[in-house]
């Protein structure tokens, strides 16, 4: 059985920073990043390639996100600065065979609530 476990979610304030893990049971995958607020639809973030190629960036966090791999550790990890309180939000890993901003990844993880005051 896969699973993704996230982490590293918390309350922090307007331009600070997080880092969100997420550590996956399964190999040789893409993994993304995804974010839900409340009463939205959940929104592509961040996504890469299982060999760290292929990254994607959604255009509302360029240049303040980042995503990356320790491919050993089947782990992806979300780099969150410079955070907005429009980020608040549940992030959700994602893993499956395609880099895609696309919600259609195969697994999901249980989310991990960021929250982020003004």
């Known amino acids: 059985q896969v699973r993704l476990v996230e982490s590293g979610g918390g309350l922090v304030q307007r331009g600070g920073s997080l880092r969100l893990s997420c550590a996956a049971s399964v190999n040789r995958a893409a993994m993304g990043w995804f974010g839900q607020a409340p009463g939205k639809e959940r929104e592509f973030v961040a996504a890469q390639g299982w060999s760290g190629g292929s990254t994607l960036i959604a255009d509302s966090v360029k240049g303040r996100f980042s995503i990356s791999r320790d491919i050993g550790r089947s782990a992806a990890y979300l780099q969150m600065n410079s955070l907005k309180p429009e980020d608040t939000a549940v992030y959700y890993c994602?893993?499956?065979?395609?880099?895609?901003?696309?919600?259609?990844?195969?697994?999901w993880g249980q989310g991990t609530q960021v929250t982020v005051s003004s």
């Open positions: 994602a893993a499956g065979p395609v880099v895609t901003m696309s919600p259609t990844y195969t697994y």
